[in-house]
Nanobody, 115 residues
């Protein structure tokens, strides 16, 4: 497994979770990296990403101000801190690392927001 995502779970509305994605066979330094999610019956959508070009971050409008993407170079790990979670955030979350030549996907981790 080249990308291992974990940290999902069940949380009440308004709660928080932190997802992690560890790369085992390559350095995340040289890749654009990000989080995507797929809710039941919906297409996979981008949540947030970090550009390999300049380290800039982008967020989906629905997650701005609530989610924070970050990476730990020493641990070769990508994170997604999710605050103020809402039922509509329920989905399988995937991490992804890519260049122009190659793309790696992690296995999904389920996030369920429910009271």
């Amino acid at each position: 497994v080249q990308l291992q995502a974990f940290g999902g779970g069940v949380v009440q509305p308004g709660g928080s979770l932190r997802l992690s994605c560890a790369a085992s066979t390559f350095s995340l330094d040289y890749y654009s990296i990000g989080w995507f999610r797929q809710a039941p019956g919906k297409e996979r959508e981008g949540v947030s990403c970090i550009s390999s070009a300049d380290g800039s971050t982008t967020y989906a409008d629905s997650t701005k101000g609530r989610f924070t993407i970050s990476r730990d170079i020493a641990k070769n790990t990508l994170y997604l801190r999710m605050n103020s979670l809402q039922p509509e955030d329920t989905a399988v979350y995937y991490c992804k690392a890519w260049t122009a030549r190659v793309t790696y996907w992690g296995q999904g981790t389920q996030v369920t927001v429910s009271s």
